[in-house]
């Protein structure tokens, strides 16, 4: 493949001062077609530019199956040692996931620092984080991944465990290195069991409430719709990964209807196992929602693709059956008319949009507003005058259809939703 020049952005969107030429390797399996590789590729240099890398070359590699020992093959790792050297690479990133062993040998072979797909997402969301929530979360999904790649590091000195007169200080930093990074990893897990046992608590106040969450690829304009929809502010930038943590805003729909609309942290091909384990508890919401706004980027080659991974992940969730609305974003980016039909052949029920220029936001907004409404309750409610708190969240969240007053009660005849019916009859001792 040929070599091209490119400038790395920033978390900010400024392009960093100092920066690592890479080589991007890209693999080209079986009977796998061109396009999708050039594809993934192409999505490894997004990754690369959203961590700060100048990519001075990137290389795809056709192979029938993987070497066990350095992934490409003996000849392969030579073949590029050149290229790294003349054209003096810094740091070669692969878009698959290496074993220890692999990278070990690959590093060797090349005196070049190595990442594999999983160790470039971890560190452009180690670079992300921002809140304490996240920043956790991505410090264990990052010492889970290193825990390892860490005991391949010191695999020559395993020889020296249990050998008579061959037990000595080697063996010491492997074990002290282990705990440490075990120990850590322990801090960890019970630091984010208590945040997510505060945001279980913190959640269950909104129980009664109608919630809706916006899921998708990464990329694919969640914050821009959020703010567009809510005024919520959310931090928004063309980059993967923009936002990390989810942020939970009040949309009215209504006069009498209003649902909590949650921006989540987007979904990517091989998103690496320890990131799902650890964001469990920002997932939560999604798990939780009665509503998933599932958006997709229309103006992507592949976004066929990127909707059958968001499905995969919601489906590993367990929320494969909750509601959705399917949000077509960015109709203003696209160049061909006909991918507008296709789609909407192909989807007559999806929503199209352009958050950005506010474009079919109505329609969209109105058809949360069915799906928001659909269990609703209409039904009288007697209650005294005194109780004042009681007769405010009436009509808070129902519409009063009438009133009037009976011996020493008020008798509303009210219509709202079917869990907030609920919540206040059973205030009242009714079934």
Known sequence: MGRI??????????????????????????????????????ELALLAQTAGAQIAARELLRRKKACSATLIGRGKVEELKQLIEEDEIELVIFDEDLSPAQARNLEQAWQRRLVDRSGLILDIFAHRARTREACTQVELAQLQYLLPRLTGAWQHLERQRGGIGLRGPGETQLETDRRIVRKRIGVLQRELEHIERTRKTRTSRR?????????????????????????????????????????????????????????????????????????????????????????????????????????????????????????????????????????????????????????????????????STLGYWEGTFSI????????????????????????????????????????????????
């Open 384 to 431: 005294s005058p005194e109780e004042g708190p009681l007769l405010a969240e009436i009509h808070k969240y129902g519409e009063v259809l009438s009133q009037r007053s009976y011996k020493d009660k008020l008798r509303l005849r009210v219509r709202m939703p079917e869990r907030d019916a609920q919540r206040l009859r059973s205030r009242l001792g009714l079934k």
């Open 5 to 42: 020049e490119s400038t790395p952005v920033g978390a900010d969107g400024r392009v960093p001062a100092a920066t690592e030429r890479a080589l991007l390797i890209g693999l080209w399996w079986g009977r796998q077609r061109e396009w999708k590789a050039v594809e993934y590729l192409d």
């Open 207 to 371: 129980k009664e409430r109608f919630r809706a969450a916006l899921v998708g690829y990464t990329n694919v304009g969640k914050s821009t719709l959020m703010n567009a929809l809510t005024e919520a502010n959310t931090y928004e930038e063309n980059l993967l990964f923009a936002t990390l943590d989810s942020t939970t805003r009040t949309l009215k729909l209504a006069p009498k209807t209003t649902v909590l609309l949650t921006d989540t942290v987007g979904f990517i091909r091989k998103l690496p196992p320890q990131l799902v384990a650890s964001f469990r508890s920002t997932l939560g919401e999604v798990v939780e929602a009665d509503c998933l706004l599932h958006l997709v980027d229309l103006s992507h080659s592949a976004y066929v693709e990127q909707m059958e991974t968001v499905s995969q992940v919601l489906t590993d969730l367990g929320v494969g059956n909750t509601p959705q609305i399917l949000v077509f974003n960015k109709l203003d980016a696209v160049q061909d008319a006909e991918v507008i039909r296709e789609a909407k052949g192909r989807y007559p029920e999806a929503e199209f949009v352009s958050a950005r220029r506010h474009i079919g936001l109505d329609s969209l907004l109105q058809k949360l507003l069915h799906i």
